[in-house]
C-alpha cells in the first residue's frame, strides 16, 4: 500500500523565522509531489507542486525533492502567523493521466504554528 | 488558479433522509472529480474518483450504493448521500483535476470549498 507520511507536529516557530515541513512516500514510482494548505475548517489550498529534483521556490515557499531517498520538504521562509495551518503532502503516480491515474495519496499533515 | 465550487456549504438534515452534494469547476473543464471526505482532527480520505461519462471508482470501504456519484458533464459532479445517518456527518470535499499540456508539468487538482453534512 503506498504511504505518505508526515510528522504530525505541531511544529512551533517564531515569526520571522524559517519552518521545515517534511514528508516521506514508499512509492517509489510516484513522480509528482504537492503541498497543499489547510486551514481549520476549510479545505486544502494548493501552494506548489514539484516533480523534478532539487529546489522550487515559489515566493516565500521553497520546495525540495530527493527521489532517490524518497523526501520532500517544504521550507517556508519569513514566517507569518497567517501561515499557522495544517501542511499536507501529497503524491502522485504519473504526471499526467485522468481517472484514477491522476489519484493522490495524501499524508496525515503538519500542524504549523507560528508564534508571535 | 483554478476555481471550484460546492453546494450547500452546509447541510443539517434529518437521519433517514437524502442530500445531494454539488461540485463545479467554474472556469474549466474537469474529465475527472474526486470526492473525500474529512472526520474532525483527521485527514483527507479519498472516497471515490468521478470520471465524466462513466462510473465512479470508489476506494475499498466505500458503499457505492450509499453514496451515490454522476458525473454527467464536463463541469458537474454530484455526490448523494442516501439515507443518511449521524455516522454520516462530516466535511465532504470535491476536487477536480486540471489538465496541464503535456511536457511542461504535471496535472493538478484543486479544491472546493467543502460541504459540512450533520445528520440528526
Known amino acids: 500500500q503506498k504511504e505518505v507520511e508526515q510528522n504530525s507536529g505541531p511544529l512551533s516557530v517564531p515569526e520571522g523565522a524559517i519552518a521545515s515541513l517534511n514528508c516521506t512516500y514508499s512509492?517509489?514510482?510516484?513522480?509528482?509531489f504537492f503541498w497543499y494548505r489547510q486551514y481549520s475548517g476549510k479545505s486544502p489550498e494548493l501552494i506548489m507542486f514539484?516533480?523534478?529534483?532539487g529546489d522550487k521556490e515559489d515566493g516565500r515557499f521553497t520546495a525540495q525533492l530527493n527521489k532517490a531517498s524518497q523526501y520532500v520538504s517544504l521550507l517556508i521562509r519569513d514566517s507569518q502567523p497567517s501561515d499557522s495551518a495544517t501542511y499536507l503532502c501529497a503524491v502522485k503516480e504519473r504526471l499526467f493521466g485522468s481517472g484514477t491515474a491522476s489519484k493522490l495519496t495524501f499524508g496525515t499533515g503538519t500542524r504549523l504554528q507560528v508564534t508571535l | 488558479g483554478a476555481v471550484v465550487s460546492q453546494h450547500p456549504s452546509w447541510v443539517i438534515c434529518k437521519s433517514g433522509t437524502s442530500v445531494k452534494i454539488e461540485c463545479r469547476s467554474l472556469?474549466?473543464?474537469?474529465?475527472?472529480m474526486f470526492w473525500y471526505r474529512q472526520f474532525p482532527k483527521q485527514s483527507l480520505m479519498l472516497m471515490a474518483t468521478?470520471?465524466?461519462?462513466?462510473?465512479?471508482?470508489?476506494e475499498q470501504g466505500v458503499e457505492k450504493d450509499k453514496f451515490l456519484i454522476n458525473h454527467a458533464s464536463l463541469t458537474l459532479s454530484t455526490l448523494t448521500v442516501t439515507s443518511a445517518h449521524p455516522e454520516d456527518s462530516s466535511f465532504y470535499i470535491c476536487s477536480a483535476r486540471v489538465q496541464t499540456p503535456r511536457g511542461l508539468g504535471t496535472d493538478t487538482q484543486y479544491f472546493g470549498p467543502g460541504t459540512r453534512l450533520t445528520v440528526l
Open positions: 472556469d474549466f473543464q474537469a474529465t475527472t
Open positions: 514539484i516533480y523534478s529534483n
Open positions: 468521478s470520471n465524466e461519462g462513466s462510473k465512479a471508482t470508489y
Open positions: 512509492d517509489r514510482g510516484s513522480q509528482s
